[in-house]
């Protein structure tokens, strides 16, 4: 009876229900400073104290955790292949999740840069010197990491602009041949840029941690809005961020796994938590973490936080994360290919 009674008591002072959010690596500083708005924003709301917990890895894995039985009631994944794995492997939320807010589930976006030491000793102006030989570099697993996958996708997609000119061209019938011909160049171009590569961490913040605290390595492919992050936190350091010519528009995604949130009686708290997202405080909020807002509004007033960059969409040079996955990051896949080959 006692106990029961203390546990009464502390439900009282302490607060009502709570929420778990497992997301991608690098987001960690975001979410605490949103989860501080969002408990504000639902006690004003319903008068309920609520408590928004955190889990954090590399976005393949947490899908993995999840589909395993992690009792996440949101998802903020670093791509929508491992949330849809959550949904096709589990079953835990439907097949058309990403219609179920604006910008296909995406709040925000962002992008990814190179970030060098101070001074760019190395001289790294473009994705062609990172195949040079005697280049240190640094990015997470893309068997583990939605970050890495970005990475390398983007990498991918600067070569066959480079070869074609024009990435329309991949949708052009009569240019297949030379469509055929750029992809044998980015595929080598990868694999060169992977020999060069010494360390691959499970999820990005390891790969950054790598670079910035253990100093290893001549250059992070990174989130921009890790490399922004780390920039501000370490000015002794230097830090510098090239921006390639072109590289890869990364969207990560966010959803309700619908099964668990039922089993929890956490729905509304769920689905007012991402919504929430898309306002403009919390909309400042990633600005604030260096996340591109989806609210032009807001993305005008912090338009000098972020560099110009040119970009291109997975969909533009890819088609879909369920062709990419099977033609790259599947087991014995491209990426699978070519570090077989570099073992050798």
């Given at each position: 009876v006692a106990l029961s009674f203390l546990g009464c008591t502390e439900k009282k002072e302490g607060g009502g229900r709570e929420i778990l959010n497992v997301s991608y690596d690098p987001t960690r500083?975001?979410?605490?400073?949103?989860?501080?708005?969002?408990?504000?924003?639902?006690?004003?709301?319903?008068?309920?104290?609520v408590t928004v917990k955190q889990s954090h890895g590399g976005s393949g894995g947490q899908s993995v955790n999840v589909i395993q039985g992690q009792p996440a009631d949101v998802v903020t994944l670093a791509l929508s292949h491992d949330i849809d794995q959550i949904a096709t492997k589990a079953k835990l939320l439907s097949d058309d999740w990403q219609g179920k807010?604006?910008?296909?589930?995406?709040?925000y976006t962002s992008t990814?840069?190179?970030?060098?030491?101070?001074?760019n000793p190395?001289?790294?102006?473009?994705?062609d010197d990172l195949a040079k030989p005697g280049l240190e570099i640094i990015t997470p697993n893309p068997k583990t990491s939605g970050g890495a996958r970005w990475n390398y996708l983007a990498a991918w997609g600067y070569v066959l602009k480079k070869e074609l000119g024009d990435l329309k061209s991949l949708k052009d019938p009569a240019k297949e041949g030379d469509v055929n011909k750029a992809k044998d160049k980015a595929r080598e171009f990868v694999k060169n840029m992977f020999k060069n590569t010494k360390s691959l961490d499970t999820g990005a913040r390891g790969s950054t941690q790598r670079f910035v605290s253990?100093?290893?390595?001549?250059v992070l492919l990174a989130w921009e809005n890790e490399a922004l992050?780390?920039?501000?936190?370490?000015?002794?350091?230097?830090?510098?961020i090239v921006v390639p010519s072109i590289t890869i528009l990364a969207e990560p995604p966010v959803a309700v796994v619908d099964k668990n949130v039922d089993k929890r009686g956490t729905r509304d708290i769920a689905e007012e938590y991402l919504k929430f997202?898309?306002?403009?405080?919390?909309?400042?909020?990633?600005?604030?973490?260096?996340y591109r807002p989806s609210d032009k509004s807001v993305?005008?007033?912090?338009?000098?936080v972020f560099p110009k960059a040119e970009t291109f969409t997975l969909e533009d040079v890819f088609g879909s994360w369920a062709t990419v996955q099977k033609e790259h990051f599947n087991r014995d896949a491209i990426f699978d290919q070519i570090m077989t080959e570099n073992a050798k």
């Open positions: 500083e975001l979410y605490e400073q949103y989860n501080k708005l969002f408990v504000e924003h639902w006690k004003e709301l319903k008068k309920e104290n807010l604006p910008h296909n589930s995406c709040p990814i840069v190179f970030m060098v030491r101070k001074g190395k001289n790294i102006k473009d994705w253990s100093k290893s390595g001549d992050y780390f920039q501000k936190m370490e000015p002794a350091e230097g830090f510098e997202l898309y306002e403009p405080a919390a909309q400042e909020i990633a600005a604030k973490n260096f993305m005008e007033k912090f338009s000098d």
